[in-house]
C-alpha cells in the first residue's frame, strides 16, 4: 500500500531535548516536505526535499533542520525544541514539486 | 501572510445541498490544488487544476480556477454526512523555487444528516 509514514505520532518532551521525527514513503517519489499546522494559521511549510541530498526552506525553517541522505526517508530533527514549536506536523511526498501530495498521518508535538 | 485565503472559514449545511467554498491567492500560479483533512488526520488530495485550465470535475467536486481574479472555487454538489471535513486549496507560485507550496487557512465543512 501507497503510503507515507511518520514516527512518532505522538511526543511530549521538555524545552532543549533533542528530538527527530522520522518520515518514510514507499512510492519512490522524488519530492518530499514537511508542515506545521496550527490552529488559525493553516499548514505552513518548513522545508522540502526535490531529490536526495536536496533541501530547501519553506515558510517557517527557523528552528528546524532535515536531512535527505536516501530517496525514501526525510527525517525532521529538532535541535533544542522550544514550547513555540508545540504543533501538529505532517509529511508529505510526490513525484515532484508540482504534483499531488500524499500526507502521512500527522505527529503531534508538545514541548513543555 | 498567507498567499491561499479559503472563504468562508466554516460552513454549515443540510445533507443533500451543495457546499461551495472559495480560495484567493496573490501571486500567479503554476496550479492549484484542493485537499480535504479529517479532524486530526493527513490532508488527501481531491483536484489539481493547471494555471490554463478554467474547470475541472471529479465525481461530485467541481473546480473551477479565475486566475484573472486570482481565485478558484471547490463545488461539492448532493453533500452526505461523510463530506464533513476541512478544505484546504493550496498553490506553487511562478518564479519562485519549485516545490514551494502554500496552503490556505482552510473551510470546515460541517453536513448535517
Known amino acids: 500500500e501507497a503510503q507515507v509514514t511518520q514516527n512518532p505520532r505522538y511526543l511530549i518532551t521538555v524545552t532543549g531535548k533533542k528530538l527527530t521525527v522520522t518520515c518514510s514513503q514507499n512510492m519512490n517519489h522524488e519530492y518530499m516536505s514537511w508542515y506545521r499546522q496550527d490552529p488559525g494559521l493553516g499548514l505552513r511549510q518548513i522545508y522540502y526535499?526535490?531529490?536526495?541530498?536536496?533541501?530547501d526552506k519553506g515558510d517557517v525553517p527557523e528552528g528546524y533542520k532535515v536531512s535527505r541522505k536516501e530517496k525514501r526517508n526525510f527525517p525532521l530533527i529538532l535541535e533544542s525544541p522550544s514550547p513555540n514549536q508545540t504543533s501538529l506536523y505532517f509529511c508529505?511526498?510526490?513525484?515532484?514539486?508540482?504534483?499531488?501530495?500524499?500526507f502521512g498521518d500527522g505527529t503531534r508535538l508538545s514541548i513543555l | 501572510s498567507q498567499q491561499g485565503e479559503e472563504d468562508p472559514q466554516a460552513l454549515s449545511i443540510q445533507e443533500g445541498e451543495n457546499a461551495t467554498m472559495n480560495c484567493s491567492y496573490k501571486?500567479?500560479?503554476?496550479?492549484l490544488q484542493w485537499y480535504r483533512q479529517n479532524s486530526g488526520r493527513g490532508l488527501v488530495h481531491l483536484i489539481l487544476?493547471?494555471?490554463?485550465?478554467r474547470e475541472k470535475h471529479s465525481g461530485r467536486l467541481r473546480v473551477t480556477l479565475d486566475t484573472s481574479k486570482k481565485s478558484s472555487s471547490l463545488l461539492i454538489t448532493a453533500s452526505r454526512a461523510a463530506d464533513t471535513a476541512s478544505y484546504f486549496c493550496?498553490?506553487?507560485?511562478?518564479?519562485?523555487?519549485?516545490?514551494?507550496?502554500?496552503f490556505g487557512d482552510g473551510t470546515t465543512l460541517t453536513v448535517k444528516p
Open positions: 508529505a511526498s510526490s513525484e515532484d514539486g508540482n504534483q499531488p501530495q500524499h
Open positions: 493550496a498553490t506553487d507560485q511562478i518564479n519562485t523555487n519549485a516545490g514551494k507550496s502554500t
Open positions: 526535499s526535490m531529490n536526495v541530498e536536496v533541501t
Open positions: 501571486t500567479s500560479i503554476n496550479n
Open positions: 487544476i493547471r494555471s490554463n485550465e
